[in-house]
């Protein structure tokens, strides 16, 4: 088993930043994909960033230029850098953790993210006011 657990989300107003942050009890994957989702009220979960073991990165278009994915391996500590935040950024935020090579591509195709990604963390809450 592996618990993940959110931390960095809060109330900015637009145009401002902020750091999410997802620590992992453990690795249990030599090969795996990390990834960052939301979800806004009444809103499907989507993908939002995947981080593979490699270190090859992926992003939803709608954040490509303003959020940055990375981790840090010797911390089992993974980090989302949102930057220029917009109000429809607005949305509950959860990393995951697939065992494999990322499968983010599929998800920002439409399928469920819930295919791919085993292990969720309980999310972190992320307000852009205008």
């Known amino acids: 088993q592996v618990q993940l657990v959110e931390s960095g989300g809060g109330s900015v107003q637009a145009g401002g930043s902020l750091r999410l942050s997802c620590t992992a009890s453990?690795?249990?994957?030599?090969?795996?994909?990390m990834g960052w989702f939301r979800q806004a009220p009444g809103k499907e979960r989507e993908g939002v960033a995947g981080i593979d073991s490699d270190g090859s990165t992926s992003y939803a278009d709608s954040v490509k230029g303003r959020f940055t994915i990375s981790e840090d391996n010797a911390k089992n500590t993974l980090y989302l850098q949102m930057n220029n935040l917009k109000p429809e950024d607005t949305a509950m935020y959860y990393c995951?953790?697939?065992?494999?090579?990322?499968?983010?591509?599929?998800?920002?195709?439409?399928?469920?993210?819930?295919?791919?990604?085993?292990?969720w963390g309980q999310g972190t809450q992320v307000t852009v006011s205008s």
């Open positions: 995951a953790l697939q065992r494999g090579m990322c499968r983010l591509s599929r998800v920002f195709a439409g399928d469920d993210p819930f295919t791919y990604f085993g292990f």
């Open positions: 453990r690795l249990i994957y030599s090969t795996y994909c």
